[in-house]
Structure formats: C-alpha cells, structure tokens
C-alpha cells in the first residue's frame, strides 16, 4: 500500500499496489504492521456499507466525540464519490481546514479519516456503494453531525 498524507495531519490517502497478470490483480487493502508504522489506528471493530441510488446524494458530515471518537478507512466499491474529511481537532494545526478526494470503485483508493474528523461524501454516479471500517462502535449518544 502507498500512504499519501494529505494537508491535514493524521489523514492519509491510501492506494493499494497491485500485483498484475494475465488474470488480474491483487492488491492489499489493510495490514496492521503498515497502519502501525504510518502511525495510524489498526483497530477496526465495525464495518458497514451505504448504498446510495442517486448521483449528487450527500451524506455527513458525521463524528464521533470521546469517549467513542472513531478512526474510519473509507473505499468506494461501485460508483464513485467526492469524499470530504474536516479536521475538528481544536489542537490542530488545520483546525476547521478540509481535504477532499475523488474515491471510484476504478481507482480503489482509501481514505484514512483519523479520529475527531468529520466525514461526508457526495456521489459522483448513480448506484454508488461506500464501505467503512470504523475503529469504534457507533454511538448514538456521541454522534456529532
């Protein structure tokens, strides 16, 4: 995998590298050594999908606050989406400072939203389906939006 940090610290862009052939590809999507040593959280407790029928739905911003703040790696498995991350960290440097990125079930890419951003998207395609690995268990009472 290839880690690209974005402009905001802890965010990362990740592309998987594929190992090609006449069959196809493969290409890992998540290894806790590599999330390690980048400094990101491993810990992945849930996962989930959103189905989104419409091109130009939107959905977030959402967050969690502590104690159940989330680390989320976010992958468009068809479609595509306009991913958006905001740094809510009031610590941060790019505190209320965003970053968006372009995630397509072609181009495979991740995004690595660190803990205390919020996270939203808009569809870029009818049809579009999202996948996320959350590193908390929702809850409701922690939700920001």
Known sequence: MI???TKLRGAFVIVPE???DERGFFARTFCRREFEAHGLNPDL?????SFNKAKGTLRGMHYQIAPHAEAKLVRC???AIYDVVIDLRPESKTFRQWFGAELT??????????EGFAHGFQTLADESEVSYHHSAFFSPDHQGV
Do not use: S
């Open 3 to 5: 880690f690209e940090e």
């Open 18 to 20: 594929r190992i090609e």
């Open 45 to 49: 407790v849930q996962c989930n999908i």
């Open 77 to 79: 498995t068809a479609g």
């Open 105 to 114: 079930a072609e181009n495979r890419n991740m995004l690595y939203v660190p």
